[in-house]
């Protein structure tokens, strides 16, 4: 089974709107992270927020916030007022365990952003 | 505060030959990663170093593949026989301690391509 399953290939959003892009993951153990990554065509991946499994809160970090429903395994990055800039691929990452230091990347979300 | 550096940035070589690649990480992280990304694909993790000692390795990695990080700086990656199967992006990342909200900072690859 795939540990990080991101289901749109590719979105496409209006300038200033809003944009959700999916990520369900799976693992049995409890302690686990949730991270976000932005790679531009230039090739550079770039951290954009994080979610611990214990975390309470919904992470937010400017026009990026995480929607985190943990009973159903998804952690969804919404970006508000979306901008030319923010056209690239998203990734979903999962760091698991307390032992392990590998990121479990999904396959990413081409996102490009129309004027 | 220089980010993750990592040299060359493209590489061309013919099947068969020897290839080596480097990586600086960011100056105080003590934790180093090596991950391949292929076309339309997320990064795949290789190898995790905690200062010089190799403590992860992923079943990617063949016994073609050696890492090593000698005074627990920069790292080394060295595919020896390449194979067309090796072309790849090769990604270097570093963080700081082992918090699992630390995320990983990337560097901007280097592009192996196997003639």
């Known amino acids: 089974a795939q540990k990080i399953t991101q289901t749109q290939p590719g979105m496409f959003v209006q300038e200033k709107e809003a944009v959700t892009l999916d990520c369900t993951y799976d693992t049995s153990d409890p302690s686990y992270g949730l991270f976000w990554y932005k790679q531009p065509s230039s090739g550079e991946m770039i951290f954009l927020i994080y979610?611990?499994?214990?975390?309470?809160q919904n992470a937010t970090e400017g026009r990026y916030s995480l929607n985190f429903q943990k009973a159903r395994k998804s952690a969804n990055l919404v970006i508000s007022a979306s901008q030319l800039g923010d056209s690239a691929m998203y990734f979903c990452a999962m760091r698991e365990g307390q032992e392990s230091y590998q990121l479990t990347f999904g396959k990413g979300t081409k996102l490009s952003v129309i004027p | 505060d220089t980010g993750v550096s990592q040299n060359p940035r493209h590489k061309i070589t013919k099947r068969g030959q020897n290839v080596t690649f480097r990586c600086d990480p960011i100056?105080?992280?003590?934790?180093l990663y090596w991950y391949r990304q292929t076309l339309g694909q997320g990064p795949e993790f290789l190898t995790y170093f905690q200062n010089e000692a190799q403590l992860e390795k992923s079943r990617l990695l063949s016994d073609r593949f050696s890492a090593e990080r000698p005074k627990g700086s920069f790292s080394t990656l060295e595919i020896q026989r390449t194979e067309q199967g090796d072309s790849a992006m090769y990604l270097c990342a570093s963080s700081a301690d082992a918090a699992f909200n630390q995320p990983q900072h990337f560097g901007d690859g280097t592009r192996l391509s196997i003639l």
């Open positions: 100056s105080e992280h003590n934790r």
């Open positions: 979610q611990g499994s214990y975390d309470q």
